[in-house]
Structure formats: structure tokens, C-alpha cells
């Protein structure tokens, strides 16, 4: 009976390890939801994916992994995204020359579809940006409000031959967008609109009613609505006063950049002109976007940045919510 007993409780044992050792995955029977997998120690990504049917490629683009990423116990693997609403849509990352126009064109889709499932407000995306790639089902407007236009604002040294290289489109579209005759004829800061209806671009231009005025040398920040006073805001410019002073308009608009130079995130970045090949603007709290750690907390109000505006979460938030592309930025000293 001893011997019938241990024999039962090893095997309860062993069982029991079995079930500890098995990996963790979520919503497996919820075909609506994602599929998580829990990373083992030891694993690698040729066994997951051998595991669920997938390709290791496919868990590289998912995950945002690089090529040789090491795994850890306990780490999270999205091994296939929820498939509701506009989840249903596939994640790409973007690479290194694409454009909305080229993702949208390789997926038989609309840039304005994947800006609606990705909340972009313009066209600027960056390499390692993960974007959502609508279903077919999903591209139509279905009742909703027409889509956005989108507009480039001219930068020094640019022609129309590079701009429209970067968003995947020919010259002559852009002249008979714009109305222009001589494509050598134009100027810094001129808006040029890129798809969209030729009558929205003046629809979408503010009319000098929202303002921010940033003051370096009071490390200070004003938000108005027309004449009226919205917010005043602590902000921190760049160490060095290597913040640019003079009138800028927003040009570009994305919930979270990430800044390559630094290995940082920015949220909630409103970018406003450019220094060199570095686009400079107005964010929250970076992070060092290895260790996930905050950058400069408990420091706005102090020049720290590298050029930047920065501001608390909150105010930031609150600034990128209610900014549109072309509000007026003033940089004073």
C-alpha cells in the first residue's frame, strides 16, 4: 500500500510540473481576442513558432523584434492580434523608405484608412513605426466624415521631385493638386497638398486663433484661443540655448515619436521645424526606450532638452489634443 501511495503521489508530482512548465497563452479559444504567449526560460522563437503554426518572421514583425533578440522568461509574445473592429487589420513595421502612399499601395488599401486605425493626423511615420493595414472591409467611409487631407509644408532645399518621391507619388499630381505651373517656383513653408480635396486645404488651415508662445528665458509656456489665455505651463527648452527662437508653425503630429539620435520615445510630439536632418518640437517626458525609464522627470521648468520643448504629461496631452497642423508656434528669448 506504501509503495501504491508514493507511486501516486510522484505522479502527482510530475503532473503537476508538467502543468507549471506549460506555456501561458491568453484568448486561445477567443477567436476575437489576441493569442499571448508566455515566454519559457530557455525557448527560443523557432519553437513558439513552430508551436502555434506561424513563421518566426511573423513574430519579428508583431513584436517589433530585431533579428537575433534574445527572449527572456516571462516575456509576453503577441502570437496573433485581436480580430475585432479595425484590429482586424495586420501590423506592419514600417522600413526604411516607406511612405503611407507605398504601404497603403503594397496592401490595396488608402492612406486615409490607415491614418484613421493608426490616429495619424499627417503623413510622417518613422523606421520601427508599427502600423495597423486596414481590412478591405474596413476602407470605406461607411457614412463617416470625408477623409483628411494631407499637406507637406516646403523645407529648405526641397524640390517637388523629392517631395514627391517621399510620399510615393509623380510631380505632375502635386502641380495639378496645387494649381502649380512652374514646379521650380516654390518657397520654405509653403503648404503643398499631396492627396485630398483641392478645397480643404484652406478649410484646415488654423486662422491665427490657437497660438503657443514659449519664453526660454522664463522657461515658461503660453496656450491662447484667439485673444483669451488658455493655459500658462512650466516648460524646459535646450541645454546650450540650442532651441531656435522665431514663428513656426506645427508640422507634424504623432502620439508617440521616437527619437533614433537618443534612443528615446517623445509622447505626444508636435514637431515644428527642422535642424538639420533632426526634426525638433514639443513633447512630454521622454523615456530611455531600453529601459523604459523616464528622462528629465522632475525637471521641466529647467533648459535640458536638445533643442526641444518639453513639458509635463499632462500639459503636453492637453496641447497635442488641441493643436492642428499649421498652429502658431512663437519662440522667444
Not at 31 to 50: D, F, K, N, Y
Not at 223 to 240: A, F, H, I, M, P
Request: aromatic letters at 8%; one cysteine or more; a positive charge.
Amino acid at each position: 500500500m506504501k509503495t501504491k501511495a508514493a507511486l501516486f503521489l510522484l505522479i502527482i508530482f510530475i503532473t503537476a510540473l508538467g502543468l507549471l512548465a506549460l506555456p501561458v497563452a491568453t484568448h486561445a479559444e477567443d477567436s476575437s481576442g489576441p493569442l499571448i504567449h508566455q515566454v519559457q526560460r530557455g525557448e527560443t522563437l523557432t519553437e513558439i513558432a513552430a508551436r502555434y503554426g506561424v513563421s518566426v518572421e511573423q513574430l519579428i514583425e508583431l513584436n517589433n523584434l530585431r533579428e537575433g533578440n534574445r527572449l527572456y522568461a516571462n516575456q509576453r509574445l503577441v502570437i496573433k492580434p485581436a480580430t475585432t473592429d479595425d484590429a482586424r487589420a495586420r501590423m506592419y513595421v514600417v522600413k526604411k523608405g516607406d511612405t503611407l502612399f507605398r504601404i497603403a499601395r503594397k496592401f490595396g488599401t488608402s492612406v486615409a484608412a490607415i491614418q484613421r486605425v493608426n490616429n495619424l493626423r499627417g503623413s510622417l511615420i518613422y523606421v520601427g513605426q508599427r502600423l495597423k493595414i486596414p481590412s478591405k472591409s474596413s476602407n470605406g467611409n461607411h457614412g463617416k466624415k470625408p477623409s483628411q487631407a494631407i499637406v507637406h509644408i516646403v523645407r529648405r532645399g526641397e524640390t517637388l521631385s523629392s517631395i514627391a518621391r517621399r510620399y510615393g507619388v509623380t510631380v505632375r499630381q502635386i502641380k495639378k493638386l496645387n494649381g502649380l505651373k512652374n514646379g521650380n517656383l516654390i518657397r520654405v513653408g509653403q503648404r503643398l497638398l499631396i492627396s485630398g480635396n483641392p478645397d480643404s486645404i484652406k478649410k484646415k488651415v488654423p486662422k491665427g486663433k490657437k497660438k503657443l508662445v514659449v519664453d526660454i528665458s522664463e522657461q515658461r509656456c503660453w496656450r491662447y484661443e484667439g485673444d483669451k489665455l488658455l493655459n500658462t505651463w512650466r516648460c524646459s527648452t535646450g541645454r546650450n540655448n540650442s532651441t531656435k527662437v522665431g514663428r513656426f508653425r506645427v508640422q507634424s503630429k504623432i502620439r508617440k515619436a521616437y527619437g533614433s539620435t537618443w534612443n528615446i520615445w517623445m509622447p505626444w510630439w508636435l514637431g515644428i521645424y527642422w535642424s538639420g536632418p533632426v526634426e525638433n518640437g514639443i513633447h512630454g517626458l521622454p523615456w530611455n526606450a531600453k529601459t523604459g525609464r523616464r528622462t528629465w522627470a522632475g525637471l521641466v521648468g529647467t533648459p535640458i532638452t536638445y533643442g526641444c520643448v518639453m513639458l509635463n504629461d499632462k500639459a503636453a496631452e492637453t496641447l497635442w489634443r488641441w493643436a492642428d497642423i499649421g498652429t502658431l508656434v512663437i519662440i522667444k528669448r
